[in-house]
């Protein structure tokens, strides 16, 4: 699947925001199973998108999208970035990324932290793609033509 990321009125955005691609995190299946069984209600799907971010050796989501959904930690982990050392939840969850029609993709261990925000274009970031999940895709990131290639 290719991304253009080029607006008439804002030039070329892939450089001003990243390559973006459109990401859906939803409970874990095995949690969905148990609320179908006791026929309660099943949390939808949080929506935004998902920056590449080939500096990130795991996927992290965030922390307000967990908190929506209802799910806990299962385990926490120390990680490092810019802003210094810390100790992160760690969560089970799905993934579908609707862009590449990949749906229903478990994910066993995401870090949990504070990183949603909303970019010049108004797109809410809320999930940054590691090489965790980077390492099943081919990525072509195109800076002269303002695209991306994403294959899986």
Request: glycine share 8%; with cysteine.
């Amino acid at each position: 699947f290719s991304f253009y990321h080029w607006t008439k009125e804002q030039g070329y955005t892939l450089t001003a925001g990243g390559p973006l691609v459109s990401v859906e995190v939803s409970i874990p299946a095995a949690l969905k199973e148990h609320l179908a069984e006791k026929s309660l209600p099943i949390p939808p799907p949080q929506s935004g998108f998902a920056l590449i971010d080939t500096g990130a050796s795991s996927t992290a989501v965030d922390q307000s999208v967990f908190d929506a959904l209802g799910v806990p930690p299962i385990d926490k982990i120390k990680t490092s970035t810019p802003h210094g050392e810390a100790e992160s939840p760690i969560y089970p969850a799905t993934v579908a990324f609707p862009g590449l029609a990949l749906t229903e993709m478990p994910m066993e261990r995401i870090i949990g932290c504070n990183l949603k925000w909303t970019n010049s274009e108004g797109k809410e970031v809320i999930m940054l793609l590691g090489r965790d999940l980077l390492q099943y895709f081919l990525l072509v990131y195109n800076g002269k033509s303002a695209d991306i290639f994403l294959a899986y």
